[in-house]
């Protein structure tokens, strides 16, 4: 596994932490979602369970040839030194199915009887729990009293993309690294690589609405987002007094099938709207700020209440049309 583009300084920052030769017990990488602090996670992992085996002629930096036993381990999910705590699928004969809401405090129990014994292949053992976010209260408690009496040899590579959520005390015992969003550039590259037959107009659609997240952007990828832009800037520009566009909007997606593109367009909504707020001033930006608040409250009642899809598309075309230069309304 290749290290993810962007976040170079905090990759550096690990690195030479791990060049110290004295690690922190416990890590906190920090940052918006989807931009590549799990990824990162599994690989740090891998690499200091490779040196702490002493595994011969490793390359530089985190590289860990795919035919080196830690490598091969785990690759099989059978690593006796290495734990990842995640969401579990609801029903465990459904893996691809839906996922359980948090982490259970039952996930975290089960390291206890990793944590009496010691290391098996080394002197070092890894824990990834991707998201730490996740953790129910049971298990953030469980996890603290790890955290405040580490087992030895064991590092707790955390992340989190709401760290001002965590409990203080996991906060305070951790080492922060902070991952940032990725630039447009950087952005493009991945998406491209990604989706090697996306066009252009796809590919900036799909950057605009990662918001510096590549997790994200590809989470939209098959949805035709450029095309829900282009219906937004529509109705933004011409206020759409006669709501062909916004009927035309709401049919499309209160299908059955287009379900996922609906959900797309009530995270995408708000976000066009606080975009083109951003190029406003006095009055055209307080109606925009305006639009914006109502956007997302409608969005975030729409999945609460399990609103009538069409009825809000209609609704959030219409907050969109608010930004249009004559519109007051």
Known sequence: MSLPRGNETAHAAFATAMAGGSLHHAWLFA????????????????????????EDDLPPGFDLPEESRTARLLAAGSHPDYREL?????????PDQDLARGIKIEQVRALQPMFATQPSMGPRRVVVIDAVDDLERGGANA???????????????????????LLPTIRSRCRLLRFEGLVDDAMAAIVRDALPEASLDEISALVRAGQGSPGRALGFAGLDIAALDRAMATISAQGDRDNAERVKLSRALALKAAQP??????????????????????????RALDAHDAARDLASAARGLSLDAQGTVFEMAGIVARLAPDNRG
């Not at 996890?143 to 040899?153: D, H, I, R, W």
Request: proline share 9%; charged share 25%.
């Open 86 to 94: 995640v969401r579990l699928p609801k029903d465990p004969d459904k």
């Open 143 to 165: 996890l603290l009293k790890n955290l405040e009496e580490p087992p030895a040899g064991t590092i707790f590579l955390l992340t989190s993309h709401a760290p001002g959520r």
């Open 261 to 286: 593109r609906y959900e797309a367009f009530l995270d995408r909504a708000p976000a066009f709207i606080a975009a083109t707020a951003r190029t406003r001033q006095g009055e055209a930006l307080r």
């Open 31 to 54: 940052g918006p979602e989807g931009v590549g602090k799990g990824s990162f996670a599994r690989i740090a992992a891998a690499r200091l369970l490779a040196e702490a085996a002493g």
